[in-house]
């Protein structure tokens, strides 16, 4: 039971490139959320899903794609980077009341 | 959603409790008060939840005011492992998706 699986772990991008996130849960949840952190702050959320072909935007969705075509993956794309989209970017999964299980992280860097 | 404040810092020596604080003064009678940590960089780590009643599990208590407007966490035995960020969270669960508003958290410095 690997839980929530995040690649990369690092990337560098130049900004205009686009590229996607990974993100992949074993544990059969439904709702997945990717949310970003940038330095000293709190984790803002960027988009969610409620299930298997359910998306819905969260605070900060702005640039950023998502799609659930099956339970366990959720990945995150962005279309054209942006230097304001240099953060670390975490997954989390749950189901039900569970507390949420967190990613890792991916830590993307935008030149 | 209900926001939540804490101080931005707390330091306590080893093996000393340590008693983190936050205020949710606009909690619903249906919110749960979760708590995480981030260690280093980590993904955030659960740590207890409740809703009105006070919890303990094997890392920490929590205790929640009656009109739960105010919760503490405590770390009965704190060790150099245990500094990290700490969030104080409501919860919302519902039909639109599992939502967690975090803030800038309290940074725990435990020392030796």
């Known amino acids: 039971n690997a839980g929530v699986t995040q690649t990369p772990k690092f990337q560098v991008l130049k900004t205009g490139q686009s590229m996607t996130l990974q993100c992949a849960q074993d544990m059969n949840h439904e709702y997945m959320s990717w949310y970003r952190q940038d330095p000293g702050m709190g984790l803002r959320l960027i988009h969610y899903s409620v299930g298997a072909g359910i998306t819905d935007q969260g605070e900060v969705p702005n640039g950023y794609n998502v799609s659930r075509s099956t339970t366990e993956d959720f990945p995150l794309r962005l279309l054209s980077a942006a230097p304001s989209q240099t953060s670390v970017y975490f997954c989390a999964s749950s189901d039900g009341d569970q507390p949420q299980h967190f990613g890792d992280g991916t830590r993307l860097s935008i030149l | 959603d209900a926001k939540t404040t804490q101080p931005p810092s707390m330091d306590c020596a080893e093996g000393r409790a340590a008693n983190l604080p936050c205020n949710h003064s606009?909690?619903?009678?249906?919110?749960?008060v979760y708590w995480y940590r981030q260690i280093h960089s980590q993904g955030p780590q659960y740590i207890i939840h409740g809703l009105k009643n006070n919890e303990t599990n094997e890392m920490a208590s929590l205790i929640i005011t009656e009109d739960r407007k105010s919760s503490t966490l405590i770390l009965p035995h704190a060790t150099l492992r245990d500094t990290a960020v700490y969030y104080c969270?409501?919860?919302?669960?519902?039909?639109?998706?599992?939502?967690?508003?975090f803030g800038t958290g309290t940074r725990l410095a435990v020392r030796p």
């Open positions: 606009t909690i619903s009678g249906n919110e749960y």
């Open positions: 969270i409501v919860r919302v669960l519902g039909s639109s998706g599992d939502k967690l508003t």
